[in-house]
T-cell receptor, first 112, second 116 residues
């Protein structure tokens, strides 16, 4: 069955460092991969989308990579700030199928 | 621009009671989603609408769950009767299916349901 794993349930990073979150998947051939941020008591907020034929996508301090051979995406936050503390979710969808399947999320805490 | 609106934000009911959640998507968004999110888990799709048509309801437990999207705008998700295991956050999301084919989803704040 399809499975999406995010590297750890919780990750603590010192302020100013780069936070790297991992999303691994099996039994899946996603055409698109998205990253969302979710704060407590709120719905997820879209951050970035990367397509299977793209290696890397950047937006301000965010960078996403997508390796279809390793079946893995890395999500980086550079110069991390306490305001970046949240749960980050990866989500995949197949080509031709609108269904978005989410991972369990990684709770990121940036320590001042 | 107003975001996705959901109500109520919180609901506490006893098991076997009915409950309904309402969602108003972002104006102009033709696709509407209902998700269920358990604590510590990612959202799981229950049903997806394209305008007023339910195009994916394969994960909706149809024995007790129902949904409708009248006139392709607002949507209601109903549970009858509710069970203890239905306690979760119910999220509504919407998107505009443009030419890019894969568009970001905009989520509402969710309704936290507690079944006692």
């Amino acid at each position: 069955s399809q499975k999406i794993e995010q590297n750890s349930e919780a990750l603590n990073i010192q302020e100013g460092k780069t936070a790297t979150l991992t999303c691994n998947y099996t039994n899946y051939s996603p055409a698109y991969l998205q990253w969302y941020r979710q704060d407590p008591g709120r719905g997820p907020v879209f951050l970035l989308l990367i397509r299977e034929n793209e290696k890397e996508k950047r937006k301000e301090r965010l960078k996403v990579t997508f390796d279809t051979t390793l079946k893995q995406s890395l999500f980086h936050i550079t110069a991390s700030q306490p305001a970046d503390s949240a749960t980050y979710l990866c989500a995949l969808s197949n080509f031709g199928n609108e269904k978005l399947t989410f991972g369990t999320g990684t709770r990121l805490t940036i320590i001042p | 621009e107003a975001g996705v609106v959901q109500s109520p934000r919180y609901k506490i009911i006893e098991k076997k009671q009915p409950v309904a959640f309402w969602c108003n998507p972002i104006s102009g968004h033709n696709t509407l989603y209902w998700y269920l999110q358990n604590l510590g888990q990612g959202p799981e799709l229950l049903i997806r609408y394209e305008n007023e048509e339910a195009v994916d309801d394969s994960q909706l437990p149809k024995d007790r769950f129902s949904a409708e999207r009248l006139k392709g705008v607002d949507s209601t998700l109903k549970i009858q009767p509710a069970e203890l295991g239905d306690s979760a956050v119910y999220l509504c999301a919407s998107s505009f299916r443009g030419t890019s084919g894969r568009d970001e989803q905009f989520f509402g704040p969710g309704t936290r349901l507690t079944v006692l």
